[in-house]
């Protein structure tokens, strides 16, 4: 049987970065090169009704080893990794029995892991921690999940003697760009609860998200020869900045934390006669989200004043919203997870996300799906690292709630 680690090492090694603004689901055809492995994987270890499709998903079943009617339990990860920073030649590291000193992930770039700026460090001394080289992210986000779900399902499959429910698989392309469940087939899956296990730190647990949104904006200036430019030109990019400092300056993602939302400007590109702009709105509050919303649109209509009609052009699309009310009905999924982890000594963290995860949209498709952690620390960068103990311990956490849900 194959370690959490040794698995995780495998899937991280294989580039499955997804690409915003595409119109194909998967993003990267590159993405389905892990689903091949894993549609293999699980065939290998015995799993029933193993499958993929044209748009990269992967499904599995574990089959009941009971006679009673137990729930259905799904567990979810995703396979993409995301666009921020390279997933191309990971070349991931082993720090046996850390001393609690900063890393040196890359001396020949002196790219150094420090513990000054990231304290969590000191959290796992004596522990063997997986790094990066600094060129490139590690993937724990989410292939860490895929790796501990991997496992449970083995252990579960080479010891039949252990009583629990049907639970179903399921690894998904392009979550990080926020696509990973539009094909998603929820009906088929069969599951009537499920976890994503894509969270961070070992004991978390979330069941609130931001409601969210991305905006686009497009900015018409006019160019003209800057030696004849007075009371004629409109430089596009200005005005882009202009609207930027009329959104409201600390509901910036520097500025927040926990429970505030914020606006963020994730892109602009263009030039005096033209500039458009990407911003991301979110808000664990819908109200308040949907008052973001409305200030961005009353600024571009303040400024087609200022300007002119049709200067500024908005687009708003909601991507997700929080999955806090379709979860608190089901709240067994939150207590079952919190039991488990007291079962085993750890301590439950309940936190909001401040993202989002495949979970909440799968939880306004009517399956329940809030998120567990994965161990990893400081996704989507080259910081990015996680404690092989701790992905250990995952695997122990799901295996705790498969046997928990049992007991029904």
Do not use: W
């Not at 079962?343 to 939880?363: F, H, N, Q, W, Y």
Request: charged share 25%.
């Amino acid at each position: 049987m194959k370690t959490v680690t040794e698995r995780f090492l495998k899937y991280v090694k294989i580039d499955t970065q997804s690409l915003e603004d595409m119109d194909t689901v998967p993003s990267t055809e590159k993405q389905k090169n892990l689903a091949k492995v894993l549609v293999e994987e699980l065939k290998e270890i015995g799993a029933g009704n193993v499958r993929t499709d044209d748009h990269g998903y992967v499904y599995g079943t574990i089959p009941s080893t009971v006679k009673k009617k137990l729930p259905a339990l799904g567990f979810i990860a995703h396979m993409d990794t995301s666009c921020a920073i390279s997933g191309k030649d990971v070349k991931p590291r082993i720090i046996s029995n850390y001393d609690g000193k900063d890393i040196v992930l890359n001396e020949e770039l002196k790219i150094t892991l420090e513990t000054s700026q990231y304290p969590s460090l000191c959290n796992y001394i004596g522990q063997d921690l997986i790094v990066t080289d600094g060129t490139t992210l590690l993937g724990a986000d989410d292939k860490a999940g895929i790796a501990e779900i991997m496992v449970m399902a083995e252990t579960l499959l080479t010891h039949p003697e252990i009583e629990h429910g049907t639970i179903q698989i399921g690894f998904t392309p392009d979550e990080e760009v926020g696509r990973g469940v539009d094909f998603f087939d929820v009906k088929g899956f069969g599951a009537d609860f499920a976890y994503t296990v894509d969270g961070g730190e070992l004991g978390e647990i979330e069941y609130e998200n931001f409601n969210a949104a991305a905006a686009k904006l497009t900015i018409q200036g006019t160019s003209i020869h800057p030696g004849s430019a007075k009371d004629k030109m409109v430089n596009a990019l200005l005005l882009a900045m202009e609207f930027q400092n009329m959104l409201p300056v600390q509901q910036n993602p520097m500025y927040t934390e926990g429970y505030e939302g914020f606006y963020m400007l994730s892109t602009l590109e263009g030039s005096v006669d033209l500039a458009k702009a990407s911003y991301i709105i979110r808000d664990h509050d819908r109200v308040k989200f949907e008052e973001k919303k409305e200030r961005f649109q009353k600024i571009a209509g303040y400024l087609n004043d200022k300007y002119g009609a049709g200067t500024f052009k908005t687009d708003i699309k909601d991507s997700y919203y929080n999955m806090k009310e379709m979860i608190e009905p089901h709240i067994h999924l939150i207590n079952n997870a919190r039991k488990a982890m007291d079962e085993m000594g750890i301590t439950p963290i309940v936190v909001p996300i401040r993202g989002g995860t495949d979970g909440a949209k799968l939880s306004y498709m009517n399956l329940p799906c809030p998120n567990l952690c994965t161990g990893g620390h400081n996704f989507h960068g080259r910081y990015e690292y996680i404690p092989i103990q701790s992905m250990e311990k995952v695997t122990g956490i799901l295996l705790k709630i498969v046997e928990l849900y049992s007991r029904y």
